[in-house]
């Protein structure tokens, strides 16, 4: 299968993010807590005269709170979430593999990842940011 | 009517128009199924929508091309050409006559009949005589569906902020006039396209209101009652999912009120009232809610009867009989219950009271009672303009803001006000608003906020069920915003009922009043005192003027008092013989202003009237006519302004009617009239409900002696002795129905009592 992924660091790890589940790239504004949420709800952000659910991959995937604004969008079931990611790298076609028989992940990143893509050489973790909000329905791989 | 003929006509010529492909196709392969069913779709439509709108022509076609293409369908009959034929032409007949009824021209119905045997097995191939029609009336309306208008609406919001936005950098840039001018004028035609967007959403009532002479008559023929129907304020507009939300709420309303309510004829002749049951259903706007009112004539809600029923569902009688009058009529809203002893084909089909109350809320809505036994029922549903936009209060917790919806705020007060007290049960705080205890929630506890200062504010919300006391650190601003629902991660904590991007570009939650009451663990159960003395007296709402007071600030005085309006020049008005006064017709009259008048060239007057005696008061400009709200807080100290009300979230003072003409009418005091002397701490109280009883009593009636003045009589709420003389008799009253605790003293509300006891001590006969 191949398609065109999302390169970011997101956690501090590596990813690759589907760019079927990636509706923008942007930089949040005032990001506006949202008490009582789960962890990951970090708050929500305006973005032109919507209303985003702001999700920090962080808090889950640990590493404390993302320090950016910058957030990849996507939208589920007709609401809008950011999902903090540290950097972008690059948007390129790539081809998915299945992870190598024997690879598992660990925690919460064996409910988010489900394959590997290659670049230059290194592989990197192909995930589904959708899994990331909570209450939202996981992709089945 | 009108509306649903021009609608039938919209979309019998939509479907015509998709339908013609499918007419070819089908002339070409007869056997195709699938154009077969949607060519018996239109002719079904047709037909159900004729004999709805009594178009028995249309019907009679239609219905005869159903009849055949359900043959076909079924495999009775084959579809032969002439068949094709004969349908073809028949559904060419309908397109013609409904743009006949369109142009309001007349179409012959020569050859229909022919059209009809044509559909006939074995029949010739009718040709009709070919008509000419008058050129079709361009369309004026266009059907759109609800998510391009949502589209709209959100466009709306964006250009919105945009425009915000474009401002605040032009302000920060210090733009040059010019500039300025056009955003201003940007700014007016954005504000008027808002407007006129929200307004695509809007729907006369009509449309909700229209099926009910129908439905009032086929239930009251049901029952053997004959009922007459009163509809009032069909064209007023509200949103058009609102309108499909209220549409089971108020049949049911209806149904009720003919089932339970009025009487049959045997029984309302018996009871010296007409024959025919008077139901009437009116709409009105008032600011930003919808007031829907069903009021009927019939016997009322039986309170003992609910009381019965809800003691038989196991509720204690003891309980039950401890309620308030009005907890008592809101067992009507308990699921469950009926009056009924016998369930009817009309309601009591387990569709409830409770279910329309539900409803209602909602829809951000509340749901009212007034019950006179024997008299009737009136219900009034509140419900707001739209779904999508809500009038809400902001309120801050730390550095967060969040938003309530105002129609469920009761009242806003200052936790460190006079009448407030908070107090620790164990480790439940509770909160005391002028004797009315409340159970108190703190947002900031509630939310986990850490807050640096302390709670400033109490907002007292009534939910379903009870009401509690929300405090926060500050109350901003009243706002009207567009909410719309948080992601399902957001609302799964249960504490927000959405989110809103006001014009600050800044999103806002929308608090959940309900869920964060049930968060916090309040539960709440009947309240076996009456809740406050405001509250006992319940009455329908009295309309009163919203006005510019001559100071700028915003008043209401009630409306039943002001004889009229009018403008006069400040010339007019001259301080003389020791007070102000205005010469108006020819008369002299006592005037009253609050404020400088000098400065202008004339003012408005309000001609109060009470009886004889007429009082003006200078205004600088009357407003609107609203609501009085049911709750009055009252002022500290007797004067011009008898309390303070909440209004749309703004403070507004009250006008005191009674101070007014016993301080400024020119009333025919009688030297002889006792007065009496209202002392001690309560006199506000005394002030506002016992004034008027006494002084039609006869009694001259004040809170302060003038000099000289001595009083003929006491009266006090205090159990301390007045300061006063001590030779004068004093009549203490109490609070408490029972007498146990408070021996010698008489229960306030016992006007008699009271009475007998004033000219027992005053010694004065009246």
Not at chain 2, 249 to 261: E, S, T, Y
Not at chain 2, 436 to 454: C, F, H, S
Request: glycine share 8%.
């Amino acid at each position: 299968m191949t398609g065109l992924f999302l390169i970011a660091q997101l956690a501090g790890r590596a990813v690759a993010i589907d760019s079927a589940q990636v509706e923008s790239v942007v930089d949040l504004g005032t990001i506006v807590p949202v008490p009582c949420a789960e962890a990951q709800v970090r708050g929500l952000a305006a973005l032109r005269s919507r209303v985003v659910t702001v999700i920090d991959p962080r808090a889950v995937l640990g590493g404390g709170m993302s320090a950016g604004s910058r957030a990849v969008i996507t939208c589920i079931d007709g609401h809008h979430y950011a999902i903090l990611v540290d950097a972008l790298e690059d948007i390129a076609p790539f081809e998915v593999r299945p992870l190598a028989s024997g690879v598992v992940l660990e925690g919460v990143w064996s409910s988010i990842g489900y394959g590997t893509i290659e670049l230059d050489g290194t592989p990197i973790l192909t995930i589904d940011v959708r899994a990331l909000v909570p209450g939202a329905l996981p992709l089945a791989a | 009517m009108d509306d649903l003929l021009r609608e039938f006509i919209a979309e019998t010529r939509e479907t015509l128009e998709a339908l013609s492909g499918e007419i070819v196709a089908w002339e070409a392969t007869p056997d195709d199924r699938e154009r077969l069913d949607a060519i018996f779709r239109f002719v079904h439509t047709v037909k159900g929508s004729c004999g709805f709108l009594d178009l028995p022509r249309l019907s009679r076609l239609s219905h005869a091309a159903e009849d055949v293409l359900a043959a076909v369908r079924s495999g009775e009959r084959t579809p032969d050409t002439a068949l094709v034929n004969a349908v073809l032409a028949i559904v060419d007949r309908i397109g013609e006559i409904v743009e006949a009824i369109d142009a309001g021209a007349p179409l012959h119905d020569t050859g229909e009949e022919l059209l009809i045997a044509a559909l006939h097995e074995g029949a010739e191939a009718a040709m009709p005589a070919p008509v000419v029609l008058a050129r079709r009336t361009p369309a004026r309306s266009v059907r759109l569906n609800v998510e391009l208008l949502d589209r709209m609406m959100n466009g709306m919001s964006d250009m919105v902020l945009a425009r915000n936005e474009l401002a605040r950098r032009l302000r920060d840039a210090g733009a040059d006039p010019a500039t300025e001018a056009a955003l201003d004028r940007l700014s007016a035609t954005v504000a008027e396209m808002r407007d006129t967007v929200t307004r695509t959403r809007m729907q006369k009532i009509d449309a909700l209101f229209s099926a009910l002479p129908r439905m009032v008559r086929d239930t009251a023929a049901e029952l053997g009652k004959s009922v007459t129907l009163h509809i009032e304020g069909s064209d007023v507009e509200l949103d058009r999912e609102m309108i499909e939300m209220m549409r089971d709420p108020l049949v049911h309303i209806v149904r009720n009120a003919i089932d339970h309510g009025i009487e049959v004829p045997a029984a309302r002749r018996k009871a010296g009232k007409r024959e025919n049951g008077r139901l009437a259903v009116s709409a009105r706007q008032s600011g930003n809610q919808i007031i829907i009112m069903i009021e009927d004539d019939g016997q009322g809600i039986d309170v003992d009867a609910l009381m019965a029923m809800a003691a038989r569902d196991g509720r204690s009688e003891a309980e039950l009989r401890r309620l308030s009058d009005r907890g008592k009529l809101d067992l009507v809203f308990e699921a469950g219950l009926t009056t009924r002893e016998s369930v009817t084909a009309i309601s009591g089909r387990g569709v409830g009271m409770d279910v329309v109350r539900a409803n209602v809320e909602r829809i951000g809505g509340r749901i009212d009672l007034a019950n006179t036994p024997g008299k009737g029922l009136a219900i009034a549903i509140r419900v707001p303009l739209t779904l999508s936009i809500i009038a809400a209060i902001g309120v801050s917790v730390g550095d967060q803001r969040f938003a309530i919806s105002s129609p469920t705020i009761d009242e806003i007060v200052s936790i460190h006000g006079e009448a407030i007290r908070i107090d620790m049960l164990g480790s439940t705080p509770v909160a005391t608003v002028r004797g009315r205890r409340l159970p108190l929630v703190d947002l900031a506890g509630a939310l986990g906020i850490v807050r640096e200062g302390t709670a400033g504010k109490l907002v007292i919300l009534s939910i379903s069920g009870g009401s509690y006391a929300l405090a926060v650190d500050d109350v901003l601003d009243h706002e009207e915003l567009v909410v719309k629902p948080a992601a399902p991660t957001v609302m799964a904590t249960g504490l927000y009922a959405g989110h809103t991007l006001p014009d600050t570009g800044v999103p806002m939650l929308l608090l959940d009043c309900a869920g964060i009451a049930a968060s916090a663990g309040i539960r709440f159960w009947r309240e076996p005192e009456a809740e406050s003395c405001g509250r006992e007296v319940e009455a329908p709402a009295v309309p009163a003027l919203l006005f510019d007071d001559l100071d700028g600030v915003r008043r209401l005085v009630v409306l039943a008092a002001i004889d009229r309006i009018e403008s006069v020049p400040t010339e007019a008005i001259r301080h003389s013989a020791g007070r102000l006064r205005l010469s108006l017709d020819g008369r002299i009259v006592p005037l009253v202003a609050q404020g400088d008048w000098a400065d202008h060239d004339q003012v408005q007057i309000l001609r109060l009237r009470d009886g004889d005696t007429e009082i003006a008061y200078a205004v600088r400009e009357a407003h609107d006519i609203v609501d009085l709200p049911d709750i009055v807080v009252p002022a500290r100290v007797p004067g011009p302004v008898a309390g303070v009300v909440a209004l749309a979230g703004q403070h507004i003072e009250l006008l005191d009617l009674f101070w007014l003409f016993g301080e400024h009418g020119d009333l025919p005091t009688r030297a002889a009239a006792p007065l009496c002397l209202l002392d001690g701490s309560e006199t506000v109280w005394m002030t506002s409900f016992l004034k008027p009883v006494l002084e039609n009593a006869g009694y001259r009636v004040t809170a302060a002696l003038k000099g000289g003045d001595r009083p003929d009589v006491v009266l006090t709420m205090d159990a301390a002795t007045p300061a006063s003389d001590a030779s004068v008799p004093v009549v203490r009253l109490r609070r408490e129905r029972e007498a146990a605790a408070e021996p010698g003293t008489i229960y306030r509300y016992d006007r008699e009592a009271l009475l007998a006891a004033l000219t027992l001590s005053s010694g004065v006969g009246i």
